[in-house]
C-alpha cells in the first residue's frame, strides 16, 4: 500500500494565514479548491503532517467514497492518517476541508481542496 504525504504550512500573519501544501518540503503551493488534488488507489494511505505554525489540524470528506470520515486518524492533532478504500471504483473525486488552527492560538481557518482515483482505461481506438 503506497504512501503520499501531504505537508502543511501557514504563512502570514493573523488573521490573513495562508495554507501552503507540499509532497516534498522543498516546492509549496497555496492550498486552492483545486490543490492539492491527490491520486490515490485501493488501500493506499494518505497523510497530512503540519509543521510548528500549526497547532492542530482536521479532517472531513464531504462524500467519504474514496477515504471515510471513519477511517481517518489523528483528527484534532499535527498528523491526520487515512487509508483509502478497498475496491475503489475508477474516476471518482471527492473534494475535503482542512481545518487548521494556527499554533499562536485563535479559531479554525477552512480550506476545501480534494482528492480522486486515477480515470478509467479509455476506449480502444480503431487505426
Known amino acids: 500500500m503506497p504512501k503520499k504525504t501531504i505537508f502543511l504550512k501557514l504563512i502570514g500573519a493573523k488573521p ?5 501544501w507540499s509532497y516534498d518540503q522543498k516546492t509549496w503551493a497555496k492550498v486552492e ?8 488507489d485501493s488501500g493506499d494511505e494518505l497523510d497530512w503532517e503540519s ?19 471513519r477511517n481517518l486518524s489523528g483528527n484534532d492533532s499535527k498528523k ?10 475508477k474516476g471518482l473525486t471527492d473534494p475535503y476541508t482542512i481545518k487548521v488552527q ?3 492560538g485563535g479559531g479554525l481557518k477552512e480550506y476545501d481542496p480534494d482528492v480522486n482515483t486515477p480515470p478509467p482505461p479509455s476506449p480502444p ?3
Open 80 to 89: 491526520v492518517k487515512g487509508i483509502a478504500k478497498s475496491g475503489l471504483a
Open 125 to 127: 481506438t480503431d487505426d
Open 16 to 20: 490573513d494565514y495562508q495554507l501552503q
Open 33 to 40: 479548491p483545486t490543490s492539492p488534488s491527490t491520486e490515490l
Open 51 to 69: 509543521d510548528d505554525s500549526i497547532q492542530k489540524i482536521q479532517i472531513k470528506f464531504k462524500k467519504g467514497n474514496i477515504i471515510s470520515n
Open 102 to 104: 494556527p499554533a499562536g
